[in-house]
T-cell receptor, first 113, second 114 residues
Framework: KAGVTQTPRYLIKTRGQQVTLSCSPI?????VSWYQQTPGQGLQFLFE???????NKGNFPGRFSGRQFSNSRSEMNVSTLELGDSALYLC????????????FGEGSWLTVV | GNSVTQMEGPVTLSEEAFLTINCTYT??????LFWYVQYPGEGLQLLLK?????DKGSNKGFEATYRKETTSFHLEKGSVQVSDSAVYFC?????????????FGKGTHLIIQP
């Protein structure tokens, strides 16, 4: 079955703009989480959604937000982009909230100029 | 809070050499432990996992044993191949089913030379 699908794969934005990234989880998976990967900070947890509700949030400013739809697809949004937001954004899905095993997509590469 | 420490490398080995990548962790409760692998330009792939003390995870010739007494989850492989070149991440998941995301180590860049 299809894995976690993220779109777009690559994008370039200008400082101050906003961006929306999309994630389709593995079929049957109801939990979606998001991670930011940068060379300096490594992989950091952004948030997790289950049944259209944010269940947990990492230590990121309010400019980072997300949502989940009834079909479990998720989007994350970053407003007022800063240069430091340049990163690989990874979406992951799992069967349920706090499930032991999560599966990652290939990520969306965001460059802020 | 939770934390994971692993050697960052790069670790350079010759083909068919024995591999060990050390991983130690700090956590409350009884987390699950994971190794993920990331090939250039790709996302993370689950390599193996262990959910309780003394469990051994294994996949594709890689193994790791959950050692509660030493809070470690070292990754080993008996004979590496060039195709194993990648970045390897050790991670721990919240215990008790808590939805607090995975905590990752910084990653170990592994280079296998023919």
């Amino acid at each position: 079955k299809a894995g976690v699908t993220q779109t777009p794969r690559y994008l370039i934005k200008t400082r101050g703009q906003q961006v929306t990234l999309s994630c389709s989880p593995i079929s049957g998976h109801r939990s979606v989480s998001w991670y930011q990967q940068t060379p300096g900070q490594g992989l950091q947890f952004l948030f997790e959604y289950f049944s259209e509700t944010q269940r947990n949030k990492g230590n990121f400013p309010g400019r980072f937000s997300g949502r989940q739809f009834s079909n479990s697809r998720s989007e994350m949004n970053v407003s007022t982009l800063e240069l430091g937001d340049s990163a690989l954004y990874l979406c992951a899905s799992s069967l349920g909230q706090g499930a032991n095993t999560i599966y990652f997509g290939e990520g969306s590469w965001l460059t802020v100029v | 809070g939770n934390s994971v420490t692993q050697m960052e490398g790069p670790v350079t080995l010759s083909e068919e050499a024995f591999l060990t990548i050390n991983c130690t962790y700090t956590a409350t409760g009884y987390p699950s432990l994971f190794w993920y692998v990331q090939y250039p330009g790709e996302g993370l792939q689950l390599l193996l996992k262990a959910t309780k003390a003394d469990d051994k995870g294994s996949n594709k010739g890689f193994e790791a044993t959950y050692r509660k007494e030493t809070t470690s989850f070292h990754l080993e492989k008996g004979s590496v191949q060039v195709s194993d070149s990648a970045v390897y991440f050790c991670a721990l998941g919240g215990s008790g089913g808590g939805a607090d995301g995975l905590t990752f180590g910084k990653g170990t860049h592994l280079i296998i030379q023919p």
